[in-house]
């Protein structure tokens, strides 16, 4: 058994935290070796493993010669939190430090620790993440509904809106004293609210509190660390999420309104010129029938032809179904999007061609 070497944690090193319970321990080595082989020279890094004395009743002596053999400090806790532990011990611990939470089920690619130290020092002020896996948005019927798409963030850098950090999966960083409302510490709360799932906590104290959330700047998806499946959160939390969104958003309405406010509202834009007009009644009323329906929708039209229009598009328009946005230049497709979201830049913008029916699920 190796000799635990004392090491001084500065304001401003670099945490690496992770928990783990007894169906997981014996994956801990390798997804924490794949962080310490990163380690390069004038790197101050740390890395933290949280444990809970509940499932570990001997704290060191239940485990494997492998964890304890780690340059990891291990850090107890008495309350089992669940995937909680795998940053709120730690963030208590040490809130000068910024810290990046990592799961025990994957093992970070190359690159991976340098790409975040560097971009921490970009922006030292905002949460930056791996990797995400949902899209959470205010459905039409008013709930908050998250909706698992299975992909990374694909535009590395950008903000994000909508898009929840996968919390562990490729690693999120949290700048130090990110979080300073009091609730976000209540373990009682938390577990009331968000029993079994950490990221979206964090997630909604990030958008209460006015964060910025962005895509590390560049792709450093992890590698599967190959361990018990079975005992995933992720298979309860497929079913319970959007009732734990509600939760949360029940228990703090700023929730829900600073969520509708990032994701603003859909906007359906086309673009439709000469005789054309005369038959695009048709496609708006396919748009006005959707399940979803747009928030606005916009047809961008070549100045001097509203006369085109069919007596139908008319009524549409004067009824305040529809907008009509004459343009000065005839960028002909361009139209679609180009002038619509000029209009609306804070909007989401979803493109129809001007002779189709859509069907009532399109945009859903």
């Keep these: 058994m190796g000799e635990k070497r004392e090491i001084e944690v500065k ?22 070796n794949a962080v310490l082989g990163q ?11 949280c444990l809970c004395e509940q499932e570990f009743p001997n704290k060191e ?3 494997p010669k492998e964890v304890l053999d780690l340059d990891v400090e291990i850090l107890w ?32 690619t190359e690159g991976w620790l ?18 995400s896996t949902s899209v959470v948005h205010v459905s039409i019927d008013d709930t908050i509904c998250e909706v698992r798409n299975g992909k990374c963030y694909e535009i590395p850098g950008a903000v994000a809106y909508t898009q929840k950090p996968a919390s562990g999966a490729a690693g999120t960083l949290f700048p130090p004293h ?7 510490y209540d373990e009682d709360l938390m577990m009331e609210l968000s029993p079994t799932c950490d990221e979206t906590w964090q997630w909604a104290f990030a ?11 560049r792709c450093n998806l992890p590698m599967v660390n190959h361990c018990d499946q079975e005992c995933s959160l992720i298979h309860t939390n497929r079913i319970t999420i959007n009732k734990i969104h509600a939760a949360i958003a029940k228990r703090f309405p700023e929730y829900k309104a600073e969520l509708k406010r990032r994701q603003g509202f859909l906007v359906a834009g086309l673009y439709s010129h000469d005789v054309r007009l005369q038959y695009v ?47 000065a230049v005839d960028f002909r497709q361009h139209n679609k999007y180009l002038y619509t979201m000029l209009k609306y830049p804070g909007s989401a913008t979803l493109l129809f061609a001007d002779n189709c029916i859509y069907p009532e699920d399109t945009i859903s």
Excluded at 178 to 184: G, K, L, N, V, Y
């Design 178 to 184: 990110i979080f300073t409302r009091e609730e976000f």
């Design 114 to 131: 340098k790409t975040f130290i560097e971009d921490h020092k970009r922006y030292p002020n905002d949460i930056i993440f791996g990797q």
């Design 61 to 63: 002596q239940d485990l």
């Design 39 to 49: 380690i390069e020279e004038g790197m101050d890094v740390h890395c933290v493993l």
């Design 11 to 32: 304001e401003g090193t670099m945490i690496v935290s992770m928990t783990s319970w007894p169906p997981r321990i014996n994956a801990v080595p390798n997804a924490f």
């Design 77 to 108: 806790t008495e309350r089992n939190t669940r995937s909680h532990k795998k940053l709120m011990p730690t963030m208590k611990k040490y809130p000068d430090n910024p810290i990046i939470v990592i799961d025990d089920d994957t093992c970070q």
């Design 281 to 327: 009644h048709k496609t708006i009323e396919s748009l006005l029938n959707q399940s979803i329906r747009p928030a606005r929708i916009v047809l961008n039209i070549p100045k001097g032809q509203a006369s085109m229009l069919s007596e139908e598009a008319k009524q549409m328009v004067t009824q305040g179904f529809v907008e009509i946005n004459e343009v």
């Design 207 to 217: 958008l209460m509190e006015g964060r910025t959330i962005r895509a590390l700047s």
